[in-house]
C-alpha cells in the first residue's frame, strides 16, 4: 500500500520561507519521479515542481522559478520542497505525487498541507 504523507505547512508573512516535506512507503524496488502541485481556491490544480528519479533533472513552474527548489532523498524515500520569498499568491493546499516509472501520470498522492501566505 502505498502512502505519501506531506508535512511543513502552516501560517507564514510574506517574504518567509517553509520547508515542505513528503515520505514515501509502500515504494520499494520501485523507481519513480516526485513532483509537488498545489491547489488554490477555486483554481485548478498546477504543478510546481518536480523532479527525477536520480533527482538529476528538475522542472520549476515559472510562478516559484527562483524562490522555490525541490530536492529528494532516495535513502530516506523523501522529497521536499523549500520555499522562499514567499507570496500571498502562493497561498494553497499543496499536495506531493508520485510517477511511476514509464506512467504518464502522476499515480499516487498524498492528502496535501495547507500554505496561508499573508500580506
Known amino acids: 500500500q502505498v502512502q505519501l504523507v506531506e508535512s511543513g505547512g502552516g501560517l507564514v508573512q510574506a517574504g518567509g520561507s517553509l520547508r515542505l516535506a513528503c515520505a514515501a512507503s509502500g515504494l520499494t524496488g520501485r523507481r519513480y519521479d516526485m513532483g509537488w502541485f498545489r491547489q488554490a481556491a477555486g483554481k485548478e490544480r498546477e504543478l510546481v515542481a518536480s523532479?527525477?528519479?536520480?533527482?538529476?533533472?528538475?522542472y520549476n513552474a515559472d510562478t516559484v522559478k527562483g524562490r522555490f527548489t525541490i530536492s529528494r532523498d532516495n535513502a530516506k524515500n523523501t522529497v521536499s520542497l523549500q520555499m522562499n520569498s514567499l507570496k500571498p499568491e502562493d497561498t494553497a493546499v499543496y499536495y506531493c505525487?508520485?510517477?511511476?516509472?514509464?506512467?504518464?501520470?502522476?499515480?499516487?498522492w498524498g492528502q496535501g498541507t495547507q500554505v496561508t501566505v499573508s500580506s
Open positions: 523532479i527525477t528519479w536520480s533527482g538529476g533533472s528538475t
Open positions: 505525487a508520485v510517477r511511476l516509472e514509464r506512467s504518464f501520470n502522476y499515480n499516487y
